[in-house]
């Protein structure tokens, strides 16, 4: 069946520290990635998307993702986390031609000031 | 350009009412995706619609769920004799061409509580 994985819940982080949100998939054939964010009380927003071309894919607000084929995974990071990055990452994935986006349950990520 | 509107952004109904969920995608968009959020889970598609067309309602309940996207005026999601297990945030996304080769950008939801 098909699935996306996001095994990490909640994270709690101290400011200023490294960001690594994992996020796994198994569909066969090309896909389409995204990432994207919930902050408290707003609307899903695009952090970034990876459609083809080169597998390190650079987004909004300092953040990135990386697509391992061979994994499964798009994994999305951030070298320096802010306060303000409070909020719900979500992975997201379509396969080439499919009419919908089939998501992760979420990472609720806090960060301390 | 404004982006995808949802209203109400919230809704109460008692258990056997109809709900009613209307979605305006951007300006230009003409595909409107429905997705449901469940309480500590992911989005889950329910239906995709283009103008005065369902492409893919594969997402939807059998029974009690409907959608529409008119050629004039917003998406309608209809979700009639509701049950407690209704409950949810309703999130409608738009694009303007179909997904496989867009992103769909979302709007603010819309949560249903049924009592």
């Known amino acids: 069946a098909q699935s996306v994985s996001q095994h990490n819940h909640h994270v709690i982080l101290s400011e200023a520290a490294s960001l690594e949100l994992g996020c796994n998939y198994s569909y066969g054939g090309t896909v389409n990635l995204f990432w994207y964010v919930q902050y408290p009380g707003q609307h899903l927003q695009l952090l970034l998307k990876?459609?083809?071309?080169?597998?390190l894919v650079k987004g909004i607000k300092g953040f990135e993702a990386e697509f391992i084929k061979s994994k499964f995974s798009f994994n999305l990071r951030k070298p320096s986390v802010q306060w303000s990055d409070t909020a719900e990452y979500f992975c997201a994935v379509t396969q080439t031609g499919a009419n919908n986006l089939f998501f992760g349950t979420g990472t609720r990520l806090t960060v301390i000031p | 350009n404004a982006g995808v509107m949802q209203n109400p952004r919230h809704l109460v109904r008692r258990r056997g009412q109809e709900a009613r969920l209307r979605c305006s995608p951007m300006?230009?968009?003409?595909?409107v995706y429905w997705y449901r959020q469940l309480p500590e889970e992911g989005l889950k598609f329910m239906v995709y619609l283009q103008k005065e067309n369902i492409i893919d309602e594969s997402g939807m309940p059998k029974e009690r769920f409907s959608a529409e996207f008119p050629k004039e005026g917003p998406s309608i999601l209809r979700i009639q004799q509701v049950v407690r297990g209704d409950s949810a945030a309703y999130f409608c996304?738009?694009?303007?061409?179909?997904?496989?080769?867009?992103?769909?950008?979302f709007g603010p939801g819309t949560r249903l509580t049924v009592l």
């Open positions: 300006k230009g968009h003409s595909h």
């Open positions: 990876y459609f083809s071309g080169d597998p």
């Open positions: 996304a738009s694009s303007p061409q179909r997904q496989g080769a867009d992103t769909q950008y």
